[in-house]
């Protein structure tokens, strides 16, 4: 490894540090500490670890306290991204950056296995950007012709996508309402369902209601 291909390989690694530590963590929490305290020596030893090849290990522990604190699907799928954005061709450099990618991939997983869904809708949304996410890794790994990790994506990548649809099946669609004026939510769940004990869902599904005694005349709900 030369100085120069070091030095991007370690910068490298450091964006993806600082995106674990901004990945919608509870920075307040114990979990939160952990993942600092991780990323802090990783990043204190970086130099040398990325020389050594030996990055892999720490680093695996560093996205695993990411999720262990909290990280979201998205803030993870951003530390994927900032892997992935990379452009540097040396194979030292992907290294890290590929590596580093497969590890969001790992909790990304776990994140969505985690994930109570309320809509068939959000596990659409799920499901395309786990497609988008795992197709630049797939792709790097067969064009290294490096079955073994190639073998890994894909399995794993499947494992998700069967999770996901099996998981929609049952779940009911977003539909839109509109009707000629405003009124209370209670009234609203009950003309829309028949049943004012549905109310919340109708406050989850629109975020944006000011009051719950004046529901906006058009919005969206749950089909089912």
């Avoid at 030996?54 to 900032?82: H, I, K, N, S, W």
């Amino acid at each position: 490894m030369t100085f120069a291909q070091r030095r991007v390989a370690v910068a490298a690694l450091k964006v993806v540090l600082d995106a674990l530590l901004a990945a919608g963590v509870d920075a307040a929490s114990q979990d939160g500490a952990t993942l600092r305290q991780l990323c802090g020596a990783l990043s204190a030893d970086a130099v040398d670890q990325v020389q050594a090849g030996t990055f892999g290990t720490p680093l695996r522990a560093c996205f695993a306290a990411a999720t262990a604190a909290g990280a979201t699907f998205m803030g993870m799928d951003r530390v994927r991204q900032e892997a992935q954005s990379v452009t540097a061709p040396d194979l030292p450099v992907q290294r890290v950056a590929q590596t580093a990618a497969r590890f969001a991939l790992v909790e990304m997983a776990k994140i969505i296995a985690a994930t109570t869904f309320t809509s068939r809708q959000d596990v659409d949304a799920s499901l395309a950007r786990i497609n988008a996410a795992f197709t630049p890794a797939e792709d790097f790994a067969a064009a290294q012709f490096n079955n073994v990790v190639w073998r890994a994506l894909v399995a794993l990548h499947g494992d998700v996508v069967r999770d996901l649809t099996a998981r929609a099946r049952p779940l009911p669609r977003i539909v839109s309402y509109s009707f000629g004026t405003r009124m209370p939510l209670l009234a609203l769940a009950n003309r829309l369902f028949g049943d004012a004990g549905r109310a919340e869902q109708l406050l989850a599904e629109n975020r944006d209601v000011v009051h719950p005694l004046f529901m906006p005349a058009s919005g969206r709900a749950l089909s089912g």
